[in-house]
């Protein structure tokens, strides 16, 4: 994981960057992660997230942090979706679909994207509210706390931390601010 990555993450959750952007980045990362693979339809779930206000350090870094838990729900998004493509009222839907050129580079008659994409849209409004309430929070209350902790202020004194930093300083003023 890019130490560039994180590093804007960081800025940009302690930064002006609107809580709803951070969260919107998280929860499309959580969407990501639970497809698997890299199938048309997670293509173009990111080409949408690069069409949307939402901060993408959080998108990546949520997409890399969930895709590590994301096979434990392979059993629970496979079963879901062997549910909704077993269901009589959609097979007209889905063999239509099928027959379309590009749609079946999509996978969705797989069981697992279908069960990933169903179970990652219906999670995606409550991570995103669920965020926002946390980034808040921290925000609010825990910022000051680790700012002005003994321990946090020793540990950036160390010369180890005050190198990194004075590299990634350097590279974003390289690169453009945040």
């Known amino acids: 994981m890019p130490l560039k990555m994180i590093t804007k993450f960081l800025a940009g959750i302690n930064a002006n960057t609107r809580p709803a952007e951070i969260a919107a980045g998280i929860a499309f990362g959580f969407l990501l992660a639970l497809q698997p693979g890299m199938t048309a339809a997670r293509l173009v779930l990111l080409a949408l997230a690069f069409m949307l206000k939402i901060n993408m350090p959080a998108l990546f870094l949520s997409l890399f942090l969930f895709a590590l838990g994301a096979p434990l729900l392979d ?73 002005n902790n003994p321990a946090f202020k020793a540990f950036l004194k160390l010369p180890l931390v005050k190198t990194i930093a004075g590299i990634v300083q350097k590279v974003l003023s390289l690169t453009g601010s945040i």
């Open 75 to 147: 059993a629970p998004s496979g079963m879901i979706g062997g549910y909704i493509l077993g269901l009589a009222p959609l097979r007209g839907i889905f063999t239509t679909m099928y027959n379309m050129p590009l749609v079946p580079y999509t996978r969705f008659n797989d069981t697992l994207v279908m069960g990933g994409l169903a179970l990652g849209l219906a999670a995606w409004l409550p991570v995103f509210f669920m965020c926002i309430g946390l980034v808040k929070a921290y925000r609010n209350t825990l910022r000051e706390k680790i700012v």
